[in-house]
Nanobody, 123 residues
Framework: QVQLVESGGGLVQAGGSLRLSCAVS????????MAWFRQAPGREREFVSA????????DYADSVKGRFTISRTFAENTVFLQMDSLNAVDTAVYYC????????????????WGQGTQVTVSS
């Protein structure tokens, strides 16, 4: 059983930065891809960024490229999302997910989710 716990959300002014963390326990090799999704009120959960545990290969949504950076550390079994140059459209609940199979970009491909952490950007 994989358990994910997010932290690091909060309120920040436009142009500011936040660093989200996702602590992973019970990881198995079937969950090689970790990703961040976000969900704003009234909208579907959307892909933000993903990384593979094994090779550290990363991918980003076009809307966050150049502003967000995903990384992982084996020592702490944690995935991070560094978010810079935040703006109001980034306001959402951010979720960490572990994927076993299927498209990286689709929320239904992920078997495990954290509880989410709220990010609010004031303009």
């Amino acid at each position: 059983q994989v358990q994910l716990v997010e932290s690091g959300g909060g309120l920040v002014q436009a142009g500011g930065s936040l660093r989200l963390s996702c602590a992973v326990s019970g990881r198995t090799f079937s969950s090689d891809v970790m990703a961040w999704f976000r969900q704003a009120p009234g909208r579907e959960r959307e892909f933000v960024s993903a990384i593979t545990w094994s090779g550290g290969i990363t991918d980003y949504a076009d809307s966050v490229k150049g502003r967000f950076t995903i990384s992982r550390t084996f020592a702490e079994n944690t995935v991070f999302l560094q978010m810079d140059s935040l703006n109001a459209v980034d306001t959402a609940v951010y979720y960490c997910g572990a994927r076993s199979r299927g498209s990286v970009y689709v929320a239904d491909s992920y078997d495990y989710w954290g509880q989410g952490t709220q990010v609010t950007v004031s303009s």
